[in-house]
């Protein structure tokens, strides 16, 4: 059974920092890419920023420059990193995984975390 736990979500001024954590458990033999999604009130569901097993990393326009996302493979944990943040980055950011099981080695599925609000206001 696969879990993927975000946290750091919170409020924060603007042009404050968070930063977010996403730690996975379970049976895992390989994780492809990792990824962060937001989703505001009344809004579809924004891809953010994506990491794969290389380390190739691509961001959404929006904020490039002030994100930074990054893992730590030992503990199976992915962090956002979010600097000079905007009130229109208040959203819930969840965690998306692509990997595969121990069991099913070589079959890749997408698991997902449960969300974390961040609110940028004044």
């Known amino acids: 059974q696969v879990q993927l736990v975000e946290s750091g979500g919170g409020l924060v001024q603007p042009g404050g920092s968070l930063r977010l954590s996403c730690v996975v458990s379970?049976?895992?033999?390989?994780?492809?890419?990792m990824k962060w999604y937001r989703q505001a009130p009344g809004k579809e569901r924004e891809s953010v920023a994506r990491?794969?097993?290389?380390?190739?990393?691509n961001y959404a326009d929006s904020v490039k420059g002030r994100f930074t996302i990054s893992t730590d493979n030992a503990k199976n944990t992915v962090y956002l990193q979010m600097n000079s943040l905007k009130p229109e980055d208040t959203a819930v950011y969840y965690c998306?995984?692509?990997?595969?099981?121990?069991?099913?080695?070589?079959?890749?599925?997408?698991?997902w975390g449960q969300g974390t609000q961040v609110t940028v206001s004044s």
């Open positions: 379970g049976s895992i033999f390989s994780i492809n890419v």
């Open positions: 998306n995984a692509v990997l595969s099981t121990i069991s099913r080695s070589g079959y890749f599925t997408d698991y």
């Open positions: 990491i794969n097993s290389g380390g190739m990393t």
